[in-house]
């Protein structure tokens, strides 16, 4: 096996219910085996399930400075799923990181907000102070350092993502890229049937969770085909997903990386 030459290491990033604290399910199955396999240098991210972008930002800008003085390295690659792309795009932003990330590739990442989260924004009962304690609660249970999952699903909203892009512009020293994938239809994976359905009635085509719309940032922007499912993604099933090694995407824009210099 021919090794990839990455010059900077490899963090990645999960989303919300995701972890990578250790347990009983690999958030992202085989990937880091297989990317170790290539000669990189991998990490993950050491953030919270339930964290909002801003102490999840926090927890991530310990990790990489931990990575760099560890490394001796100037800068790491960024790999995030989901929420982590937003999470990794406030690290840059909020600590004037620019000139410790070389490059933040967001998959499936919802930088316009979800449909679901707006739902829930809705209903009254997620606002009252017995409905915050006990999501909070369930955040400790869940094993986060500090959890908040009503920010979590604010920050999520549409309106909320709006003002978030104005306020958190790209780095012009990053590398930034969007991946996303679509479910061909709902049954592609039952565990995001309804939320597919619902999501495809309100605003067309998506992951089961983020829109193609939503997960479209930025100038570099390329679609992972194959009817792949927002988890699905991550490896979680640990098998082929319509005939696709799914850690073999990540090698493949690990590769990607390599060949521009990162």
Same mark, same amino acid.
């Given at each position: 096996?021919? #090794?990839?030459?990455?010059?900077?290491?490899?963090? =990645?990033?999960?989303?919300?219910?995701?972890?990578?604290?250790?347990?009983?399910?690999? @958030?992202?199955?085989? +990937? *880091?085996?297989?990317?170790?396999?290539?000669?990189? $240098?991998?990490?993950?991210?050491?953030?919270?399930?339930? &964290? $909002?972008?801003?102490?999840?930002?926090?927890?991530?800008?310990?990790?990489?400075?931990?990575?760099?003085?560890?490394?001796?390295? /100037?800068?790491?690659?960024?790999?995030?799923?989901?929420?982590?792309?937003?999470?990794?795009?406030?690290?840059?932003? #909020?600590?004037?990181? &620019?000139? %410790?990330?070389?490059? =933040?590739?967001?998959?499936?990442?919802?930088?316009? &907000?979800?449909?679901?989260?707006?739902?829930? $924004? %809705? /209903?009254?009962?997620?606002?009252?102070?017995?409905?915050?304690?006990?999501?909070?609660?369930?955040?400790?249970?869940?094993?986060?350092?500090?959890?908040?999952?009503?920010?979590?699903?604010? /920050?999520?909203? *549409?309106?909320?993502?709006? !003002?978030?892009?104005?306020?958190? *512009?790209? !780095?012009?020293?990053?590398?930034?890229?969007?991946?996303?994938?679509?479910?061909?239809?709902?049954?592609? !994976?039952?565990?995001?049937?309804?939320?597919? =359905?619902?999501?495809?009635?309100?605003? &067309?085509?998506?992951?089961?969770?983020?829109?193609?719309?939503?997960?479209?940032?930025?100038?570099?922007?390329?679609?992972?085909?194959?009817? +792949?499912?927002?988890?699905?993604?991550? $490896?979680?099933?640990? #098998?082929?997903?319509?005939?696709?090694?799914? *850690?073999?995407?990540?090698?493949?824009?690990? /590769?990607? =990386?390599? #060949? %521009?210099? @990162?």
């Amino acid at each position: 096996m021919e #090794k990839i030459d990455l010059q900077y290491p490899l963090v =990645l990033v999960h989303g919300i219910v995701a972890h990578d604290r250790g347990g009983i399910i690999d @958030f992202w199955g085989r +990937i *880091p085996k297989v990317l170790k396999s290539y000669g990189i $240098d991998v990490y993950l991210g050491n953030t919270d399930s339930w &964290g $909002d972008y801003g102490s999840n930002a926090k927890l991530l800008k310990q990790t990489i400075d931990d990575i760099l003085a560890g490394t001796n390295k /100037q800068k790491v690659n960024i790999i995030a799923h989901s929420k982590g792309g937003l999470d990794s795009r406030y690290l840059i932003w #909020k600590y004037n990181f &620019g000139e %410790k990330i070389a490059s =933040l590739t967001t998959i499936g990442t919802p930088h316009h &907000g979800v449909d679901i989260a707006e739902l829930i $924004d %809705k /209903q009254k009962i997620v606002h009252s102070r017995i409905a915050k304690k006990a999501l909070h609660a369930f955040g400790k249970i869940y094993g986060d350092k500090d959890p908040n999952l009503y920010n979590v699903n604010t /920050q999520l909203t *549409p309106k909320y993502m709006k !003002d978030f892009n104005e306020q958190v *512009p790209m !780095d012009n020293s990053v590398y930034y890229q969007s991946y996303y994938t679509t479910m061909r239809n709902s049954f592609d !994976d039952l565990m995001f049937f309804y939320l597919h =359905l619902f999501t495809k009635i309100k605003n &067309g085509s998506n992951d089961g969770v983020v829109t193609k719309k939503s997960a479209d940032w930025g100038e570099n922007v390329f679609e992972i085909k194959g009817g +792949i499912s927002h988890a699905e993604i991550l $490896d979680i099933k640990k #098998k082929k997903i319509s005939g696709i090694e799914i *850690p073999e995407i990540y090698v493949d824009i690990v /590769q990607c =990386l390599s #060949k %521009k210099g @990162f």
